[in-house]
């Protein structure tokens, strides 16, 4: 799942449209949903499908509102073509997954009255990997992390339980770009999601890092009864397997 906000920000500057967030949403009227749309699923959704294929016939981009993959409705009146979640279909998800390919969805729904809404990446992130029972949900972003004071560096939470995250969003403590993060995160674990990790995406090899060291490098969120003793790891699925398979053929 990605959204792509700096860019669709760069296209309204240069179309001359105002560029206003309110309480971290971006308003979206009916212009900039147009703009959302373009860059979205024109833009960004090309170039990750493209990115990702580059290491064999693996990606296929996706819009939330092909098969009504992701239904909403208006979250609040004053923020216009912005969606709250009201339903995820996972059936074309998951004939993708069962067929080896990698979903790439850009996070545009579906709409009652036959248009699109804007829906923040994150939680769509956090709703869908509850829909088809992930593993884990890895959220990338361009800072290293939940911090308890931003301003130290020293200060980043490396791993913290699920009580303790809904404790965090309940103490209204969080800045905004964490909000919805850390609120995802709180969906997928509460429906059964084991892990979920915050990752610093512009550095390089960090997915590696974080799930493939055990000291990480980023913050990970886990279920209560995975804390201590419990702590295991999963066996690696078959699209892993196939492209780990790939890239010893090319070694």
Not at 129 to 138: D, L, M, P, W
Not at 204 to 232: C, K, Q, W, Y
């Given at each position: 799942m990605h959204g792509g906000g700096n860019d669709i920000s760069e296209v309204c500057r240069k179309l001359g449209l105002p560029i206003e967030f309110k309480d971290g949403m971006r308003v979206t009227d009916e212009a900039t949903m147009e703009v959302v749309k373009m860059v979205l699923l024109g833009k960004v959704n090309q170039e990750l499908v493209s990115a990702i294929n580059e290491h064999g016939h693996l990606a296929v981009g996706l819009s939330g509102a092909d098969a009504r993959i992701i239904k909403a409705t208006q979250l609040d009146p004053a923020l216009g073509r912005v969606g709250r979640i009201s339903e995820i279909d996972t059936t074309l998800i998951e004939d993708l997954i069962a067929s080896d390919y990698i979903p790439v969805i850009a996070t545009v729904a579906a709409a009652e009255d036959g248009g699109s809404y804007n829906v923040n990446a994150d939680?769509?992130?956090?709703?869908?990997?509850?829909?088809?029972?992930?593993?884990?949900?890895?959220?990338?972003?361009?800072?290293?992390?939940?911090?308890?004071?931003?301003?130290?560096?020293?200060?980043?939470?490396?791993?913290?339980?699920?009580?303790?995250?809904?404790?965090l969003v309940e103490s209204g403590t969080l800045s905004k770009g964490m909000i919805p993060k850390i609120g995802a995160c709180v969906t997928a674990l509460s429906a059964g999601v084991t892990r979920a990790?915050?990752?610093?995406?512009?550095?390089?090899?960090?997915?590696?890092?974080?799930?493939?060291?055990?000291?990480?490098?980023?913050?990970?969120?886990?279920?209560?009864?995975?804390?201590?003793?419990?702590?295991?790891?999963?066996?690696?699925?078959?699209?892993?397997?196939?492209?780990?398979?790939?890239?010893?053929?090319?070694?």
């Open positions: 939680l769509v992130a956090g709703e869908i990997a509850a829909a088809i029972g992930a593993q884990k949900v890895i959220f990338l972003t361009d800072v290293d992390g939940l911090f308890e004071d931003f301003g130290d560096p020293d200060s980043l939470i490396s791993v913290m339980t699920l009580t303790e995250a809904k404790k990790h915050i990752l610093n995406g512009t550095f390089p090899h960090s997915m590696l890092l974080e799930i493939f060291t055990n000291e990480g490098i980023g913050t990970m969120i886990i279920r209560d009864e995975e804390a201590g003793p419990n702590f295991v790891e999963f066996p690696m699925t078959n699209l892993a397997a196939k492209i780990a398979a790939e890239e010893d053929s090319e070694v």
